[in-house]
């Protein structure tokens, strides 16, 4: 297994990416913090599937623009199953809002889930993998990122702040043997999904070049082979897994 033993922590992982992620690293042995913000029952139940795999597994809440309360949970985690060794950052919020009706308050919001809350999470765990000298990290970004995003101002400014802050920590953290890499999926069937109007959903599948959606086990293959050794020689990279949807409207 490819993470026997291991610890990890899964932000947002009560449901969507963050929960197949999460059952594809116990799946190979991991031990998992399921952390969310809200969703408490999900996120409990998906620690019973953990445990019926035989790992160890505790749900933990934290907002992740709340610094404080992030701290609070990576110390949680670490006095409960141990020091966090795998770290996916995937919470996110696309809160998209036509730019007509884009406020800064809003700005501000989605800027500090999607980015800053990135980055406090990373923070805080960082000084563990420093001391142990081993850590994998891997952020979720989007292919929102790299497109023309006018209803999603915010969120494709912070994606694009999470594969920067994924190059820049990459040469950071390589020198204490941690390995940071991002993630940018395209269109992926989750709640999240849900939050665009039917229309732009079909759009979305019919101007993918595979022709549909993905799938969120797709993306969690994708995580668990940047948190692997199978990708021993990569850092700083942004994998695009988006069914050939890039750059396309
Ligand atoms: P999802 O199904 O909507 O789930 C979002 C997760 O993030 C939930 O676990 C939610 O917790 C958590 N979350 C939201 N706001 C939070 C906050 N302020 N603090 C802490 N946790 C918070 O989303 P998804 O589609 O799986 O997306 C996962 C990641 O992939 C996100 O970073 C997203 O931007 C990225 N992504 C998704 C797509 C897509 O098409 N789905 C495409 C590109 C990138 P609760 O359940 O407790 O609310």
Same mark, same amino acid.
């Given at each position: 297994?490819?993470?026997?033993?291991?610890?990890a922590l899964?932000?947002?992982?009560?449901?969507?990416i963050?929960?197949?992620? /999460?059952?594809?690293?116990?799946s190979?042995?991991?031990? !998992?913090a399921?952390?969310?913000?809200k969703s408490?029952?999900?996120?409990?139940?998906?620690?019973? +599937?953990?445990?019926?795999?035989?790992?160890?597994?505790?749900?933990? +809440?934290a907002d992740?623009?709340?610094?404080?309360?992030v701290?609070?949970m990576? =110390?949680?985690?670490?006095?409960?199953?141990?020091?966090?060794?795998?770290?996916?950052?995937n919470?996110?919020?696309?809160?998209?809002?036509?730019?007509?009706?884009?406020? #800064?308050?809003?700005?501000?919001?989605?800027i500090?889930?999607?980015? *800053?809350?990135?980055?406090?999470v990373l923070?805080?765990?960082? #000084?563990?993998?420093?001391?142990?000298?081993?850590g994998?990290? !891997?952020n979720?970004?989007s292919?929102?990122? &790299?497109?023309?995003r006018?209803? +999603?101002?915010?969120? /494709?400014a912070?994606?694009?702040?999470?594969?920067?802050?994924?190059?820049?920590?990459?040469?950071a953290?390589? #020198?204490?043997?941690?390995?940071?890499?991002?993630v940018?999926?395209?269109?992926?069937?989750?709640?999240?999904?849900?939050?665009? *109007?039917?229309?732009f959903?079909?759009?979305?599948r019919? =101007?993918? #070049? &595979?022709g549909?959606l993905?799938?969120p086990?797709?993306m969690?293959?994708?995580?668990?082979?940047?948190?692997?050794?199978?990708?021993?020689?990569m850092?700083?990279?942004?994998?695009?897994?988006?069914g050939?949807?890039?750059l396309?409207p």
């Amino acid at each position: 297994m490819k993470f026997e033993g291991r610890i990890a922590l899964v932000t947002g992982a009560s449901r969507g990416i963050g929960k197949s992620t /999460a059952l594809k690293l116990a799946s190979e042995g991991a031990n !998992v913090a399921v952390h969310y913000a809200k969703s408490a029952d999900k996120a409990k139940a998906v620690c019973e +599937q953990l445990r019926a795999l035989g790992r160890n597994a505790i749900s933990v +809440q934290a907002d992740v623009a709340d610094r404080d309360a992030v701290n609070r949970m990576v =110390t949680q985690v670490t006095g409960e199953l141990g020091p966090i060794e795998l770290l996916v950052n995937n919470a996110g919020d696309v809160g998209s809002v036509p730019f007509s009706e884009l406020t #800064p308050e809003h700005w501000d919001r989605i800027i500090a889930v999607n980015l *800053t809350g990135s980055f406090n999470v990373l923070w805080a765990v960082k #000084p563990g993998m420093i001391a142990r000298r081993f850590g994998r990290i !891997v952020n979720v970004a989007s292919i929102a990122a &790299l497109a023309v995003r006018p209803d +999603q101002m915010p969120y /494709a400014a912070a994606k694009a702040g999470v594969i920067s802050l994924t190059k820049s920590c990459c040469g950071a953290l390589a #020198p204490h043997n941690i390995r940071v890499n991002a993630v940018a999926p395209g269109a992926i069937a989750t709640d999240m999904l849900g939050e665009v *109007t039917p229309a732009f959903a079909e759009h979305l599948r019919s =101007t993918t #070049p &595979l022709g549909r959606l993905g799938e969120p086990e797709e993306m969690a293959n994708v995580i668990a082979f940047l948190l692997s050794e199978e990708s021993s020689y990569m850092t700083g990279a942004t994998v695009i897994a988006s069914g050939g949807r890039i750059l396309m409207p």
